[in-house]
């Protein structure tokens, strides 16, 4: 079942254009899956990451925190990837989820 559902959250992940992020809760509700959040933060972890096709570093805490433990470099190699798209960063080194949240059409 935990492959099906990584699956189904690389899927989701694949959507996400450059220069965008998601949450791992926005995920979460994508799949019909709401509580499940946590999972999603599993799944990316677990990616084959960029190379694999997979752009977790695209997905963010919903206040728009990296993630601690980026599994590709840590939170400086997700925010370098994020500023190379174009995603811009508030003073305290969030990103502006006001401005690049991904819009998901569902």
Same mark, same amino acid.
């Given at each position: ?16 254009? #450059?220069?965008? &992020?998601? =949450? ?7 799949? $019909?899956?709401?509580?499940? #959040?946590?999972?999603?933060?599993? #799944? @990316?972890?677990? =990616?084959? +990451? &960029?190379? $694999? +096709?997979?752009?977790?570093?695209? /997905? /963010?805490?919903?206040?728009?925190? %990296? ?6 470099? $840590?939170?400086?190699?997700?925010? =370098? ?5 174009? /995603? +811009?960063? %508030?003073?305290? +080194?969030? &990103?502006? @989820? ?6 998901? #059409? %569902?």
């Amino acid at each position: 079942m935990a492959d099906s559902f990584f699956e189904r959250c690389y899927s989701i992940v694949r959507q996400i254009p #450059a220069g965008r &992020v998601a =949450s791992y809760g926005q995920i979460a509700r994508i799949l $019909g899956e709401p509580r499940r #959040a946590r999972y999603v933060g599993f #799944a @990316m972890h677990s =990616s084959p +990451g &960029v190379m $694999g +096709g997979v752009p977790c570093h695209r /997905v /963010v805490f919903k206040d728009g925190r %990296l993630a601690p433990g980026f599994a590709f470099g $840590g939170p400086g190699a997700q925010r =370098s990837l994020l500023e190379s798209e174009g /995603v +811009g960063f %508030l003073p305290d +080194g969030r &990103v502006d @989820m006001n401005r690049y949240l991904w819009e998901a #059409a %569902l």
